[in-house]
Structures are given as structure tokens and as C-alpha cells.
């Protein structure tokens, strides 16, 4: 047993149940030492453990004992003929194969932390659940010793079947992790020939993206990234199925920035409705507040830096479901603690955005997998196309809008200007309405704020994909955008750039789409 929390209380409490204790090793000598008769299992078998404790339990006096069915002729002669006992209770920890890769151990130490004979002798055991109780996790000890004081020292079929599918759940889970981790890790591939997917059950949710749907939030078992899953929730009401995806789609947008000045998000429905930053966290919430007011109502806030008291009073100031940050002070905790049903997470830090990684998703009949969009451009990656090149607020502005529109759905028009989103256009069957919807926000927005024109004018616009025709661009260029960042790449991006050039718009190619679908 590689965890050996419970073990003494389990083996004290086995035995006053009058069972016979069969162990190796450490567990042996823990069971020992605690003053319990423990038979090794090389006296159970007349072998000895060899090779590094490689072979032990792998023996017919094992299991057969595990294995044979008690009520059958054929099975009794031969345990009689071979003196093989009946074993009637199993509890097996697996060699800790996930800690050894977390910790960054090396091969040879990893491949040594792959165990044979505990996955062999708990397959036995839960295909023979009809007579044997396997027990895997910890946490079941107290079940188990409930059960068979209930019982009389034995255990019921239906808690039989319960242990065997968790047991047949386990080896899944372990071994799925040995076959990633030779794929990934040691192979180097990005696509093997098995995809091997688990997760172990964290939480169940209230229900799924509508209330007739059922839904379940699960960790993923092996080595990952830390992210929203982690997150220490220090206030309100469960998070539902959908404030986990809107949650995660925030703290993914806001880590683009985490080294960057204070910059707030504030997210409804998985698209960003308001980005800024600013020198302050209040004056980065502000700058996204006035993007766009009406959508951020109910919306989820992601914050770059720990939030404080300031910034808190503005974000409660209207409903908001969910706050992420890496951090909160003592004054933003007490504004925040006002509203009960507000849920307050902090990360311990915001993810890499240029992590790898494998995106899965389900389909009629199959899964799509994919990699990660982690392809970023600089500067220095842009590529001037229009006769006025655009001028160094503009490339910010532009840089800035591009970084956001990745996170909207597409189609995706996105216009900045002074670090701050003015109009986002999200998920349009076209380009053009994207442009038109975004520039209708900035002039709402304008008129809530009563600015004297909509932030666009002398704005940049970022498209997530090419302007296939100009009028998705000549809508920009109506709200009074003065700059384009776009991929390129489109059968007429002559005429796109031609266009812009009569409408005296700087335009820069990055050569890479971000489709969000």
C-alpha cells in the first residue's frame, strides 16, 4: 500500500473482526510494529519476493485465491488440490505513478513506479466481486468497516458491486495515465493511435447548461495545468455548469495579460463584453464597465493583479455572478463578503496562454481533437500592406484588439483604442454584421456615458479571420475605425486593401487566424 493513511486504525479494526492480515513490505512492517499479526505473502505463496519487488504477488496461491469461484466443484478441487486459500478481501493502493511524474522524476524512476501486480490482483478481485471485496481508495475504509459491522464481519453483494466498479474505475484511471504519459511525454506524439481521456469526479452540479440537463465537474487524472478548476472559491453559492464555462473562458482571456499593467475582463456567455486596462485595477474595471454596461450586467470579472477594497466597491455596484483573480486583499474581501450570493475565486496564478495541450470535444460518433491555439504574434510579426502604415498608438491598439478578438466567437470584430475595448462583435453568420453589431455597442456605450462620440472613432479593429469583400472593413471605417488588423490570405484581399486605401485606413496582416467556435 503506497498510502498508508488509515492503515493502522483499518488493521486494528480488521483484526477484531477476526481476519487473518497478508501483507509485504513496508505495509507488512507498519502492521508490525503496531503490534498485529501480519503472514508475508512469500509465506503464502513459498516464494520469495525477487527481483527489486518486481515479483510478489503475481502467483497462482494469490490469484487463485482471489479468483475462484467458491460454490463451483471444479474451482474447490483445485484450491484443494494446490492448497490455494480463498482470499475475501482485498485492499490495494497502486505504486503513486502520478506523484513520481508531477515531481519530475526520470525515466527510469517513473518506469519503476508502474505496478503490475496491484492492477493484477484488483482486476481479480472486482471480476470476482461475487465473493471478494476489493477496496482501492482510502476514503472507503470507514464504508468498509460500517459494512461489516453491519454484517457480522462480511459484506453485502450490492456494497460488493459498488467496490468493483470504483476498483475497475481505478486501474482505468492508472493506466490511461501510463499510456498518456508514454504518448506525450516519452513518445513525443501529439495525436497516438489510443486516445486514453479520464477524469475523476470532483463536484456535481445543480444542473447542466439548462435545468433539464445533469452535469458533473471532473479533474483531470495525471499531470495539467492549474487553472480554474483549482481555484479556491472563498464565497457565494455552488458555481453552476455555466459559470464554469463563462469563469474559464474570462481567466483564459485575462492570463493573455498577466504580465501586462492592470487589465479587468468582464465576460457574458463566454465572449468578452468590456477589456481595459489601465494604472490602476478600478480604472481597468471602468475602462471595461463602459464598453459596454448593459451586457456586463450579470456578467463574470477576471482581474490580472489581487483585487482591493476600491475596485471590489465598483464590481459590486451592479449584479455580477462571478469575480476571478489572483488574489484579493482584506478590503476587497469585506466589500465582496456583503454579497452572499457573489462567488469570489482566486488562482493561485493565471495559466501560461501559450501552453500546449490537447483540446477534445465530443461529436456524433466520435471525438475531434485538436491542439491548443497557442500561436501568438509580435510586433515584429505584422506585415504593412496599405500605403499609410500605421502609426505606433495604432500598432498598440491593433496588438491590444487582436489579443482580445482571439477569445470571441466568430465571427469576431473587436475595436480598441487606448487600451480598451470600444465595441465587440461576437458570433455573427457573417463579418460585416460582426463590424456593424460591435459599432452599434460603442455608440450605446457612448451615449450611457455621454461621451461626444463612440470610442471607435479613431479606434483599431481586429477581424479573427480575412475580410473576405470590403464591407466588413468599410463598416469599420464608417464607425470611424483608423486601422485594421486582420490574418490576410483572402481571394481579395487586393480589393480589401484597396479599400482601405481609399478610406486612408492603416492595415497589418499576421498570417494567423484564431477561429473560436
Known sequence: MSDKGGLLELGKALAAHGVELVSTGGTAKAL??????????????????????RVKTLHPKVHGGLLAVRDDPEHAAAMAAHDIGAIDLLVVNLYPFEATVARGAGRDEIIENI????????????????????????????????EMDAKGGATSLDFRRKMAAKAFSATAAYDSMISQWFAFADQGETFPEMLAVNGRKAAELRYGENPHQQAALYLPVGPHARGLAQAEQLQGKDLSYNNYNDADAALELIAEFRDGPPTVAIIKHANPCGVAQGASLLDAYSGAFDCDRVSAF?????????????????????????????????????????????RLLLVDELPDPRRAGLLVRQITGGLLAQTRDNGAVAQADLKVVTKRAPTEQELQDCLFAWTVARHVKSNAIVYAKDGATAGIGAGQMNRRDSSRIAAIRAREAAQEAGWSEPRTVGSAVASDAFFPFPDGLLAAAEAGATAV????????DADVIAAADEAGIAMVFTGMRHFRH
Not at 38 to 51: R, Y
Not at 485 to 492: D, K, L, S, V
Request: net charge negative.
Open 298 to 342: 450579470g456578467g463574470i470579472v477576471a482581474c490580472n493583479r489581487p483585487l482591493d477594497g476600491a475596485t471590489a466597491e465598483a464590481i459590486t455596484g451592479i449584479f455580477t455572478e462571478v469575480v476571478i483573480a489572483p488574489g484579493a486583499d482584506e478590503g476587497a474581501r469585506a466589500v465582496f463578503a456583503a454579497k452572499k450570493n457573489l
Open 115 to 146: 505496478d503490475i501486480g496491484g492492477p493484477a490482483m484488483v482486476r481479480s478481485s472486482a471480476k470476482n466481486h461475487a465473493y471478494v471485496t476489493i477496496v482501492t481508495d482510502p476514503a472507503d475504509y470507514k464504508a468498509l468497516l460500517e
Open 32 to 53: 508490525r510494529e503496531a503490534g498485529l499479526a501480519v503472514k508475508d505473502v512469500a509465506e503464502l505463496t513459498g516464494f520469495p519476493e525477487m527481483m527489486d519487488g
Open 485 to 492: 488588423i486582420q490574418p490576410g490570405g483572402a481571394a481579395r
